[in-house]
């Protein structure tokens, strides 16, 4: 699935539980199982296809959130209430709009 932030195209593509680690390694080091990865030079958020729709649903939420946060240059901030509160505040609409779009081609291919 494609969307659009800031004027920029985002993908989303899911992986099998093994791909998600190759990748994770690739980009950490680190080798463990992941639900969901941003990564953000190809614009692309990486969900797990392994685990249940409604985790799918949670990690997509927590990894457009990564992207909310690169788009538009709040990754410099301190992570105080008050920034995570103004950040919850400004992405809320989008983040919803993109879950939808997501749900609704699931259900499509289902």
Known sequence: MEFKINNDNWQIKELNKEKMRELWNEITGEDTCVFGLTVKTSQIIFLNSDICKQQKIK???????????????????????????????KSNDFINEVVEKYKKAIEESE
Do not use: M, S
């Open 59 to 89: 990690t997509l939420k927590h990894e457009l959130a990564h992207c909310y946060i690169w788009e538009y240059g709040l990754y410099y901030a301190n992570e105080d209430e008050e920034t995570v509160c103004e950040i919850v505040a």
